[in-house]
């Protein structure tokens, strides 16, 4: 994450450009995480809420709503509303990862408790779909709570495939549409959907965010493989965690019989030793696996730009072109 | 629960009155519940949604709403996302509770993991919501999320209550509302706001479901120190689990040093032994607890009929006033 000075990161100049409604968001954020009844909500919200992730989610609706010419005030609401549905995934996540540690603090379940988690994360829930209601739109109701339900799909289907070697790429797109797309898809078309845009706007900005959803997720989990120190992520977690990710599905999709009874010993039955993460990526660059990734990123990322570039050019959608192009930059 | 014969009891002549509509909310219960891509979750769902639980809530949706002299199809939506939403709590609670057992099976916890609990709960929570945009009500959605928000808010404030013997008479009536009382309130809210009622008569309905949500919990809490044999609850669970129930609460307030003690050792640090629940029940005798708390669940119970008494007098509402005196006739 730093391949480049800190002033042509693009999702900064985007935070620039939108620091009015983005202070805007973050005050919401805070009123609507308060609880009357019981302070640990926004004591575990806040811990999260707090932490410094980078916006991204609530950035794209208030971006998409504002390039399509929206001067009402519910793309805030949007914007936290689907702060707070990342941020109930991301507590619910954790717990059933059973993960220590997010953006490199404690987390939640670590602090307080699973059931802490579980808790707080249905409460933001709750509160993001009466921040919907508050903008009286049917259709963003009707698109958010069809992203959640893909988003809980998603993370079931996650669940039953982790350690299945029989994952197919069709299945690891479906888990990624809900783990990654599915809100970020929501939160373009949302932008479209309060402005007033045609069907076909609003279709090009749900293809923008579903595939600049799927590129962000596909080159996480190649950077896990091909990481180095300078794009920050931990190399081998997913393969600790003995997930199934494109890199490994494509390589044993080409696996002989030794590197089958390779990968079934270290995923399926979780027994790793010492030097097995290293032949592992071996294999991924033996099958090409981690080329393949890198240009199917490199295609997702191609369509998000497509669809974008549909759209009338103005500062901040060529501000969100290079956001998606900044995304795969790191594996380019 | 086994106190008259079946023919006379009120929930049964309710289910019997509304058999076409509840069979058209099972149907669509068993159609929503499933999902394309994650065959986990309709296992998931059908263990609890098949287990045979009483469908009281959807009950009092379609209750409410038919005896309002709605005739229109969005009751069964309601009364689907009102079960999906008490469906999703259920596999949450027992997450949060660690429970092995619920309606004398084993919980989705036990037979899958926690993991499959908590996103499955999600899926219904997304779910729900999918049903409520159908209707096309916003007032619908308003109250039903206000509702999953109270929820969520009052079992956060039972876990930081939870072996706090300072807990307060407030603080259990608060976590109360929570935990039962506003799905009960929505439930009939919505039954009347589709209909068209006024809004004397849609409050006459929430203040009902609102007072005979918070009856029946009293009356559960009074019956795990009181229960026998008929009641069919396991007397001692909550003790056992150092909740901080009504009676426990009334106990509390009135022990002398050597009764503080006592509820310190067995409550807060948790340090049970053989004959401690006796104890605990003398005490609750000797300072009228049970008494009062029976007293307590019996006002609840006549605000319920007093408001439900101010509607238009027909078959379903003096169903409703029956079902209401049944939930207090165990304790009668």
Known sequence: MSLD???TKPHERLAAALADEMGAVNALIRDRMASEHAPRIPEVTAHLVEAGGKRLRPMLTLATAKMCGYDGPFHIHLAATVEFIHTATLLHDDVVDESNQRRGRPTANLLWDNKSSVLVGDYLFARSFQLMVETGSLRVLDILSNAAAT???GEVLQLTAAQDL???EATYTQVV?????????AATEVGGVIAGRSEDEIKALFDYGDALGIAFQIVDDLLDYWGTDATGKNVGDDFRERKLTLP???AVAKADDTERAFWKRVIEKG???DGDLEHAIELLNRHGALEETRQDALAWAARANTAMASLPKSDLRDMLIDLNDYVVARVS
Not at 177 to 185: C, D, P, Q, V, Y
Request: hydrophobic share 40%; net charge positive; proline share 4%.
């Open 151 to 153: 988003i809980a799909e």
């Open 271 to 273: 027994d790793q030793r």
């Open 177 to 185: 549409r809900g783990k990654t797309a599915a809100l970020f898809a």
């Open 166 to 168: 029989r994952t197919t």
């Open 5 to 7: 000075s800190p002033i």
């Open 248 to 250: 490994l599905i494509k």
